[in-house]
């Protein structure tokens, strides 16, 4: 008779906390970047930065609009890609998912800011630099890092000014994230006086540079500007050390500027003549860098490679947004972003009525022994 009735109890406390939790809403935030391809290293860190965030959100059992809340991730892979881009944007939608950090590149981003837009879900990006991302106006769209209007100018003025550097080349990838950046140093080092000796174009899938470097030597520049990412710059640095431009500077934006860019440079000593800009303060100089980052690398080890504290922030600034509206639907949180002044891992986010980061800062970085140092 006892074990009947302990067995009743049991079932009993059992279809209690059956109820309790299916009163718990599922809120599901997607997360895009390239998890596969030559860029999965920045995808995989962007990812860690999102689910990082979720696990520390879903540890405050926060109550949102009455009711117990469980963050989940929707995570997806763009490869880089703008159709790929495109698509599981719209799958993101059709899943209904509540907000999107991402995308990681530009060239997937802007195209998929359009699709956000139509079906009213917000995106946050911590890593799409690209100013044409934000011209269209959309309410949906955010970024939180400065864009490369910023990050081309600083490492202009940086070559012309503390370097006086006097010739430049410049090689983009064709990308909208390459090209953009590199026409934004092109005009600004221009302004400061510097001659632009050459320009040649790639891809965002070479790894062959031979001829373009050939080219660009016979023009004796100071310095090369490259607007692309490491998966390029790396092997480009080993091949400008075997054409003997070992004295030749070597600028780039944040699609260079990671731990993984050593190795790609496979040792070649040209990796020390590297300059590159973050958008955003150094580790060190963040709020709560430092911290984080050991948390992150407790959690993900060798992993970090430049965006995870923006995506990790991207994650909270949504949250804090349904916090503030009371509410996890799109529809009633979005008008509540752009009011948002959280005091995040990477500064305190406040937007810009376009959707732009309010006094973003940029970092100059060096390879030192072949380790990534902040300059200023």
């Not at 790929?84 to 799958?91: C, L």
């Not at 991302?133 to 503390?162: E, M, Q, S, V, W």
Request: hydrophobic fraction near 40%; include cysteine; proline fraction near 4%.
């Amino acid at each position: 008779m006892r074990i009947k009735l302990k067995l009743t109890v049991v079932a009993a406390l059992a279809m209690v906390a059956g109820v309790a939790s299916a009163q718990d809403a599922v809120v599901k935030i997607g997360h895009v970047g390239p998890m596969s391809g030559s860029q999965a290293h920045y995808g995989k860190d962007n990812e860690n930065g999102v689910r990082m965030a979720i696990d520390d959100l879903n540890a405050q059992n926060l109550v949102i609009g009455g009711k117990k809340v469980k963050f989940e991730i929707a995570a997806e892979d763009d490869a880089a890609d703008p159709k790929q881009g495109t698509a599981v944007a719209q799958k993101l939608c059709d899943m209904k998912v509540a907000g999107v950090v991402g995308h990681l590149n530009s060239g997937t981003t802007i195209p998929a800011s359009k699709v956000y837009n139509d079906c009213g879900i917000p995106h946050v990006t911590g890593a799409a630099t690209n100013p044409n991302l934000t011209k269209p106006g959309y309410k949906t769209t955010y970024r939180i890092i400065a864009n490369d209007n910023a990050l081309g100018a600083g490492l202009a003025f940086y070559a012309a000014d503390a370097l006086k550097l006097k010739k430049v080349a410049i090689i983009d990838d064709r990308t909208a994230y390459g090209q953009g950046v590199a026409e934004v140093f092109k005009k600004t080092a221009q302004a400061k006086g510097m001659t632009v000796v050459d320009e040649q174009f790639t891809t965002d899938k070479a790894t062959d540079f031979m001829a373009i470097l050939t080219a660009v030597k016979s023009k004796n520049p100071d310095a090369v500007f490259f607007g692309g990412m490491d998966a390029q710059g790396g092997p480009m640095l080993r091949q400008m050390e075997q054409l003997g431009m070992s004295n030749v500077k070597y600028f780039g934006g944040d699609g260079i500027c990671t731990a993984e860019i050593a190795k790609l440079a496979g040792g070649a000593k040209t990796l020390s003549n590297v300059i590159c800009a973050e958008g955003g303060a150094s580790l060190a100089k963040m709020p709560g860098g430092e911290a984080w980052k050991k948390r992150y690398d407790a959690k993900y080890p060798g992993q970090f490679q430049i965006y995870s504290p923006y995506t990790y922030d991207a994650t909270f600034v949504l949250v804090d947004a349904m916090k503030r509206a009371n509410s996890t639907d799109p529809k009633v949180y979005t008008p509540e972003l752009i009011k948002t002044n959280f005091k995040g891992v990477t500064t305190t986010i406040a937007f810009e009525p376009n959707g732009e980061l309010k006094n973003p800062a940029i970092t100059l970085y060096v390879y030192k022994d072949g380790k990534k140092s902040a300059l200023n």
